[in-house]
């Protein structure tokens, strides 16, 4: 088999108790301390691209207007309409909750119940009546309750926006703080569900902090998947190995690998996202592949070496290094190209996964070999299986002979050209499909959640109800260069244009807007006895500026800190929209595009509109990252990968066989996402990019397999080809297999459906990477006979 | 040869990969907005127009089946349109706006006007003489389609919401603070007249030189059978207290009323009013202008680009576009 192992090889294996000590006690003790100050929470601004011009704007406008965690609280009256005193006081009392929450910005909080949201109505002399709609008395008889409804339904910024226009459901508007307790704010919500709904009201929440909530809701039935993929893996390695070894020292690999990982993300003070605990599943599922690969490599040494257990681990050490190491090497590429993305979060998990694999190198590469050596030498059936491994022919393993069976298939006289053109099509297929992989949610609500869920089920009440709100907002700000420029008619009047531009452009989106503009026009026409044909902005500045001064002496201070600051340098407008899918975004993109290509961005004299900020305006940030880096990583990983694989053997060749089935199965990866419409956004690309360096392994350890073989078998193709087969070949599917099936059982088990597709997207990508593995490679390399494989001596 | 080959296949493959460009959105269909509509006016039962917030022209040529929006070239409030024949006509509004065609509205052009302000309703008789009122009591006056207008003064200082005349010398002028100015010489000179309350008033209709309706704020109806001599308050029996934005009479029995949430029709002169009835709900939305067509067709408009038709002279309403 192999030649003499390497001298540190030998080293390792001479001192393996120190070196068992350092790695599985002080080590490992040292990142159990990194677990325990992990963070789990989400920091929505560590998941914006912190250099974008939006996310700028965001921190600059962000605790004045709000925009990024804003969240809708329907309040919807199961039987008859709001238009009653229990109901209306208990759409009070949530309001009340919310304004007076620690994490609230009270300022903002928008509902009819806030004294800030007045009635305003002319009378003949030019007397205008201006009050709050339920301040300060909550109106209690018929005709206060029809007062109330003239006042509401006659003005377009409660119209729609926070009463139904059936009057069956009132809208609460509140927007919280970043960096907060998400656990905390979501049991707040929660009992005012539990507090306010009866057989008359029922509650609808959404908005991010209420999705963020949600998802950690699901952390006991994550907690549960983790616990059944691991009861699968176990299963799986008892059933292929047959012995208690081959299951407890990768598993004990993996565990020890994950602290270590998770302690590394604990040091480097990552902010582990729930939404992200598949990366360190899909990691820890890694080092159990790698492990089972030298386990198996251990055991086929042993059996040579006849039960020589030091000798048997150190030539396993040596074996593997080169593999192992390119595909530790790959992985590493894979993670460290996502620092590209200008996104703490990504940078982050760029630094710490990065460190992770090359510990994993370590453990996979000295650990497991190290664990084989001391634990007992398995007897009996088990090593006489693997001593028949070079066998081709008589009674097998049905792993075996699945593996000859593809094997033969690839090599036959029909069959090679059948596999290479099989792939083909598959390939020019996938490239075509993937064009149309969206950037970004896909589907309107929650992708993360299944449609039935609760959330999303809130999510289409809210937009069903309510005409005007949408759950998605976007904002435009514009900033004064001097005091008062946000009152100028000509920067109003530009935000009401916008508004129409949106509504002749994008009515099937489009809700309506929340701006200053508003409530000059009402002003406008109160002010003039009622009469209609005055609501408009007026030209004159002075007169807008009046019409403020008189709705700010009816006010208190904070009443008009929605639409601009105290001293009217800075305003905005809200734009409410039903979706933030792709298509939508890219659309409100080439709307603002349009618009101000024939509106001035520059007002002289006055200040600048300035794009954009509120959900859409992140999202759109994140989304522009996204793709920008998502190409990157891509083309990054793939040279890498190419590179690395023409160095270990010094043939540009063999770069290129090996990154083939890579760049097909990333493909096929991205075709599947286009069919169960999951859009690449910041929770998938890590995924998109670890999956890209997963195959390359699969692919090195079948051709230096071939590698070896073709040496002890002096140049004959097809029995190496078929001894690989069943050594090699069954080590890809013993190290797939307990990776795939556990992905493969999130789909069915998790209530979270990102998880569950990216469970199955990692299952279809590890699947046709084993595929790629077991079929297109002896195919290819029986086609091409390739020299850096074996050179025959002239 | 072999390893050519295969290294051709990837370059080949490679090419593709770049197309990995996500799709463009697809162009987006332009939706007509729903502008609030102030005024309304038929020349025939088929062709009528309709005018409204940020320069809105509505035409129809068919009887209102369908409405077409025309290119006014502003984006002014226009609150009042009236047309001498299918394509005479003018809008007016704020800015002050002045917008004459004379092909039916294919192209509207600005008319001069020196005086700046918010200029509110417009009458002609024909296709030479007309008024146009609005803010500060301007009244403005042409003989010659617009070419050249020349101020006309109300005599007060209050904001003239709508101007109607009898027949080429007879007309009236009223506004806020309870105004009424009356004119017997085709506008040259001016009289106020008494109406007896200080209420705004938003419209008036002469159905001759005797016979004259106004309405206005709080619900109020005024009506004179001596050509305002005196004025007398008509109790409508609406029950609530709302602005009446509109009055407009088909012959001397039969009229139409119309203002917020609320449409009432007589066809007895005046003498009793009653809700119309419509087969939209209106409790929260405004009606503002009302107008006949020559024969048997009448037209309201209003809030959010409401049109509705009636057929029976406003005993019956139904939306055309709402």
């Known amino acids: 088999m192999t030649p003499e192992a390497p001298v540190w090889a030998k080293a390792a294996v001479r001192f393996r108790w120190p070196l068992l000590f350092i790695i599985g006690v002080v080590l490992t003790g040292l990142f159990l301390y990194g677990v325990s100050i992990m963070s789990v929470n989400v920091v929505l601004e560590d998941m914006f691209p912190f250099g974008h011009p939006f996310v700028k704007l965001h921190k600059e406008f962000g605790s004045q207007f709000g925009g990024a965690s804003t969240t809708l609280i329907e309040v919807k009256a199961t039987k008859g309409d709001i238009f009653n005193n229990a109901f209306l006081q208990k759409v009070k009392g949530i309001t009340d909750a919310i304004v007076f929450h620690d994490d609230a910005y009270s300022l903002l909080t928008a509902s009819i119940s806030e004294r800030k949201m007045k009635y305003m109505r002319g009378y003949s002399g030019g007397r205008v009546e201006m009050d709050g709609i339920m301040w300060p008395k909550i109106p209690d008889t018929e005709k206060e309750f029809k007062f109330m409804k003239e006042n509401l339904y006659t003005n377009p910024l409660y119209n729609g926006v926070l009463v139904s226009e059936d009057g069956t459901a009132a809208l609460i508007i509140g927007e919280f703080k970043e960096g907060i307790d998400y656990k905390n704010l979501f049991n707040f919500f929660m009992g005012l569900k539990e507090k306010y709904e009866d057989e008359t009201t029922s509650l609808h929440m959404i908005g991010k902090p209420v999705l963020l909530g949600w998802i950690y809701s699901y952390w006991p039935e994550m907690m549960v998947i983790f616990a059944v993929s691991i009861g699968i893996m176990m299963a799986l390695l008892l059933l292929f190995f047959r012995i208690w070894q081959g299951m407890v020292i990768p598993i004990l690999t993996a565990l020890v690998s994950s602290v270590w990982g998770l302690g590394i993300l604990g040091f480097v003070g990552v902010n582990l996202s729930p939404l992200l605990f598949v990366l360190p599943f899909l990691v820890g599922a890694r080092a159990l592949g790698q492990s089972v690969q030298m386990a198996q490599r251990y055991y086929e040494e042993l059996d040579v070496l006849q039960g020589n257990r030091v000798d048997a681990a150190s030539r396993a050490m040596g074996a593997l290094f080169i593999p192992g190491f390119s595909a530790v090497l790959t992985d590493m590429a894979g993670f460290s190209v996502c620092y590209l993305a200008k996104i703490l979060l990504m940078q982050q998990l760029a630094i710490s996964l990065t460190i992770w694999m090359l510990a994993i190198f370590v453990l996979t590469g000295i650990f497991t070999p190290l664990l084989c050596c001391v634990f007992p030498s398995p007897k009996g059936k088990f090593m006489k299986s693997v001593h028949e491994e070079h066998e081709v022919t008589g009674k097998h393993h049905l792993v075996d002979g699945i593996n000859l069976w593809l094997t033969r298939l690839a090599i036959g006289k029909k069959g090679n050209w059948g596999v290479i053109a099989t792939f083909t099509i598959l390939y020019v297929f996938s490239v075509i499909q993937t064009t149309r992989v969206p950037v970004g949610d896909p589907t309107a609500g929650s992708p993360i959640l299944w449609p039935d869920s609760v959330y999303n089920g809130d999510y289409a009440e809210i937009n069903r109800t309510f005409k005007k709100a949408g759950a998605d907002n976007y904002m435009v700000f514009f900033r004064g260069i001097e005091e008062f420029a946000s009152k100028d008619p000509k920067v109003l009047k530009t935000f009401e244009r916008l508004d129409r531009y949106m509504r002749a452009h994008m009515a099937d989106v489009y809700g309506g807007d929340s701006c200053l503009y508003n409530v000059v026009r009402k002003l406008n026409k109160e002010m003039h006895d009622g009469n209609p044909i005055w609501e408009f902005v007026p030209d004159e500045e002075a007169l807008c500026t009046s019409m403020l001064f008189l709705f700010q002496s009816k006010s208190v201070p904070g009443d008009l800190d929605r639409y601009a600051d105290p001293r009217f340098y800075n305003t905005n407008t809200l734009m409410f929209f039903k979706d933030h899918t792709e298509e939508t975004i890219d659309r409100i993109r080439a709307s603002m595009t349009n618009f101000f290509d024939t509106n001035p961005k520059v007002l002289d004299g006055l200040g600048e509109y300035l794009l954009a900020g509120g959900v859409i305006g992140m999202e759109t940030a994140v989304n522009e990252e996204i793709a920008m880096t998502h190409t990157k990583v891509n083309a990054y990983v793939l040279t890498a990968v190419f590179t690395m694989c023409a160095l270990a053997y010094r043939s540009l060749l063999a770069g290129f066989i090996l990154i083939v089935p890579l760049l097909l199965a990333t493909l096929l990866t991205f075709v599947y996402m286009s069919f169960a419409q999951i859009g690449m956004t910041i929770n998938t690309l890590p995924v998109s990019a670890v999956g890209v360096g997963v195959g390359v392994n699969f692919g090195l350890y079948i051709f230096s397999r071939m590698k070896e073989e073709m040496k002890i078998n002096e140049g004959n193709w097809t029995q190496s080809l078929m001894i690989t087969a069943r050594t090699a070949s069954k080590g890809v599917v013993y190290t797939a297999l307990p990776m795939i099936l556990p992905c493969m059982a999130w789909y069915g088990m998790s209530s979270l459906k990102f998880q569950a597709q990216m469970g199955l997207l990692l299952g279809v990508l590890l699947t046709f990477n084993m595929l790629a593995a077991l079929i297109l490679h002896p195919a290819v390399i029986y086609r091409l006979k390739p020299k850096f494989i074996y050179k025959p001596n002239k | ?322």
């Not at chain 2, 349109?81 to 002045?98: H, K, M, S």
């Not at chain 2, 600005?110 to 417009?122: G, I, M, N, R």
């Not at chain 2, 305002?228 to 409508?236: A, I, L, P, R, S």
């Not at chain 2, 209106?282 to 809030?303: A, Q, R």
């Open chain 2, 1 to 322: 040869m072999k390893q050519k080959t295969i290294l051709s296949v990837f370059l080949f493959l490679v090419v593709f990969f770049p197309l990995m460009a996500p799709l463009g959105a697809e162009p987006d269909k332009l939706t007509p907005l729903k502008d609030n509509l102030f005024s309304i006016d038929f020349v025939s039962e088929t062709h009528g127009w309709a005018v409204g917030y940020w320069g809105s022209i509505l035409h129809t040529v068919n009887g209102g089946e369908n409405w077409a929006l025309q290119d006014s070239g502003t984006e002014k409030v226009l609150t009042s349109v009236d047309f001498v024949d299918e394509n005479q006509g003018w809008a007016v509004g704020y800015g002050p706006t002045i917008l004459h065609t004379a092909d039916g509205g294919k192209t509207w052009t600005q008319q001069d006007t020196a005086e700046d302000v918010f200029l509110t309703s417009v009458c002609f008789m024909d296709a030479k003489k007309g008024w146009v009122v609005g803010e500060w009591g301007t009244v403005l006056y042409t003989e010659d389609g617009g070419a050249t207008w020349s101020m006309q003064s109300a005599g007060v200082d209050a904001v003239l919401y709508d101007v109607a005349f009898a027949d080429a010398l007879n007309g009236w002028a009223v506004g806020e603070f309870g105004t009424i100015s009356a004119t017997v010489d085709g506008g040259k000179t001016w009289t106020p007249q008494a109406s007896g309350v200080e209420n705004v008033f938003f419209s008036c209709h002469a159905v001759d030189t005797q016979n004259v309706w106004i309405t206005g704020i709080d619900a109020i109806v005024l009506h004179t059978r001596d050509g305002g001599v005196t004025w007398e308050q008509v109790d409508t029996g609406i029950g609530k207290v709302i602005p009446f934005y509109e009055i407009e009479f088909r012959n001397e029995q039969r009229g139409v009323l119309c203002g917020q949430g609320a449409v009432l029709y007589t066809d007895d002169g005046g003498a009793t009013w009653r809700p119309s009835l419509t087969d939209t709900p209106m409790d929260y939305i405004w009606l503002y202008g009302v107008g006949f067509s020559p024969l048997k067709g009448s037209w309201m408009v209003g809030e959010k680009g409401a049109i509705f038709k009636s057929v029976n002279d406003g005993k019956g309403w139904q939306a055309v576009q709402y």
